[in-house]
């Protein structure tokens, strides 16, 4: 069966410094990879997604970048972190030729 | 631009109140409308898709259905443990942007013993 995991779970950052989440998922292969962001009582806002080692498409500009180096790695990183990058990241998989995406446990991101 | 929104934006029941869920939606052709359940500090958990109009789906306590507008999430008899955010999102029939969802704002759903 296929697994997500990410992590930290927990992270509290002081205002610019960078920043590195890391998404990995078993039980899969070529998955699309997805990051997404949720504000405190908001919906998801898609932030990143990917088709494939090295893709990255970005869907709102922002301090975040994103970068896949392994099949089943997504990466969501930031040179300098801002007062407003604080929240909940999900990262979340599917299966190619299916729609179902499916979500990771998040991490919650605390700028100081 | 698709764009969904929920309602209402938090219920508050009693143990074995039944209720209803609404997720309204403008899409330029629909692929596919999921549901997902997300307990506080967690990720979203699949529930549902639906993929045209009529069509209904059960588990357990919930039952989903759709129409050409909107979406329904049924919560029958609930039980404090259905206490949770319930998230809808589209996805439009035009390939694009990975087969992003879009998502609504969500109903806070508390259910007391």
């Known amino acids: 069966s296929q697994t997500i995991h990410q992590w930290p779970a927990t992270l509290v950052q002081p205002v610019g410094s960078p920043l590195s989440l890391e998404c990995t998922v078993e039980?899969?292969?070529?998955?699309?990879l997805y990051w997404y962001r949720q504000a405190a009582g908001r919906g998801l806002q898609l932030l990143f997604y990917?088709?494939?080692?090295?893709?990255i498409s970005s869907e709102v500009p922002q301090n975040l970048s994103a970068s896949r180096p392994q099949d089943r790695q997504f990466i969501l990183s930031s040179k300098k972190l801002l007062l407003s990058d604080s929240g909940f990241y999900l990262c979340?998989?599917?299966?190619?030729?299916?729609?179902?995406?499916?979500f990771g446990p998040g991490t919650r991101l605390l700028v100081l | 631009e698709d764009q969904v929104t929920q309602s209402p934006e938090a219920l508050r029941l009693q143990e074995g109140e039944s209720s209803s869920l609404n997720c309204s939606y403008t899409v330029s052709g629909l692929r596919g409308l999921f549901w997902y359940r997300q307990d506080p500090g967690k990720g979203p958990e699949f529930l549902f898709t639906?993929?045209?109009a009529g069509e209904e789906k059960e588990k357990e306590r919930l039952k989903a259905t759709l129409t050409k507008k909107e979406s329904f999430l049924h919560i029958t008899a609930p039980k404090p443990e259905d206490s949770a955010t319930y998230l809808c999102?589209?996805?439009?029939?035009?390939?694009?942007?990975?087969?992003?969802?879009?998502f609504g704002g969500g109903t806070r759903v508390l259910v007391k013993p």
């Open positions: 999102a589209v996805q439009a029939l035009v390939e694009a942007a990975g087969n992003k969802l879009t």
């Open positions: 979340a998989w599917r299966v190619r030729g299916r729609e179902t995406q499916y």
């Open positions: 990917s088709v494939g080692i090295g893709q």
């Open positions: 039980g899969t292969s070529n998955p699309n």
């Open positions: 639906l993929y045209s």
